[in-house]
T-cell receptor
Framework: EAEVAQSPRYKITEKSQAVAFWCDPI?????LYWYRQILGQGPELLVQ????????DSQLPKDRFSAERLKGVDSTLKIQPAELGDSAMYLC??????????FGQGTRLTVV | KQEVTQIPAALSVPEGENLVLNCSFT??????LQWFRQDPGKGLTSLLL?????REQTSGRLNASLDKSSGRSTLYIAASQPGDSATYLC???????????FGSGTKLNVKP
């Protein structure tokens, strides 16, 4: 069964270091989402791609976060420098346009 | 901005009970609504997707309804089992590129 792949599953990093997460969506899915989920809360959208174009990054802290999807397939989310408040679960999801969204297992980030 | 609320935040029931989880949203101009299940420390598993033109969807012991005009959706779980214990999240999809807005979830505990 096709699934969204994310790596790493867990990441511990020191404050002020750089960290990157990778996501490989389900083949053929044009829409790719990056969400951040703080413990006990619902996911919040950071950035949404349609193919290789960003369609929404209004909640992405652009001074430290960046995201790219160069060939419209897999995607990387980067944080530099990491802050203590960035500790959270980072979730990637994909969908055919305007259809059911499928999520990966997420990357649990701990900033110390 | 779309606001999504899920009540109750937590629910504990004995095995075998039928139960209803609630989701309300402030803007009725939605494209679709999706219910997810999340186990501790894991990603989201899609349960049901309801398009805006539909009133309900069923999958096994799960039934989700949608009333756009009142801004409400319910997830009905029949004959609950301990394996149903998880957090249930509802996500409302907007017309604008199908951006999903999430509630904070209902944490369900089914006691044996």
């Amino acid at each position: 069964e096709a699934e969204v792949a994310q790596s790493p599953r867990y990441k511990i990093t020191e404050k002020s270091q750089a960290v990157a997460f990778w996501c490989d969506p389900i083949s053929g899915h044009a829409t790719l989402y990056w969400y951040r989920q703080i413990l006990g809360q619902g996911p919040e959208l950071l950035v949404q791609f349609q193919d290789e174009s960003v369609v929404d990054d209004s909640q992405l802290p652009k001074d430290r976060f960046s995201a790219e999807r160069l060939k419209g397939v897999d995607s990387t989310l980067k944080i530099q420098p990491a802050e203590l408040g960035d500790s959270a679960m980072y979730l990637c999801a994909s969908s055919l346009s305007r259809d059911e969204a499928f999520f990966g297992q997420g990357t649990r980030l701990t900033v110390v | 901005k779309q606001e999504v609320t899920q009540i109750p935040a937590a629910l504990s029931v004995p095995e075998g009970e039928n139960l209803v989880l609630n989701c309300s949203f402030t803007d009725s101009a939605i494209y679709n609504l999706q219910w997810f299940r999340q186990d501790p420390g894991k990603g989201l598993t899609s349960l049901l997707l309801i398009q805006s033109s539909q009133r309900e969807q069923t999958s096994g012991r799960l039934n989700a309804s949608l009333d756009k005009s009142s801004g409400r959706s319910t997830l009905y779980i029949a004959a609950s089992q301990p394996g149903d214990s998880a957090t249930y999240l509802c996500a409302v999809g907007s017309y604008n590129f199908n951006k999903f807005y999430f509630g904070s979830g209902t944490k369900l505990n089914v006691k044996p």
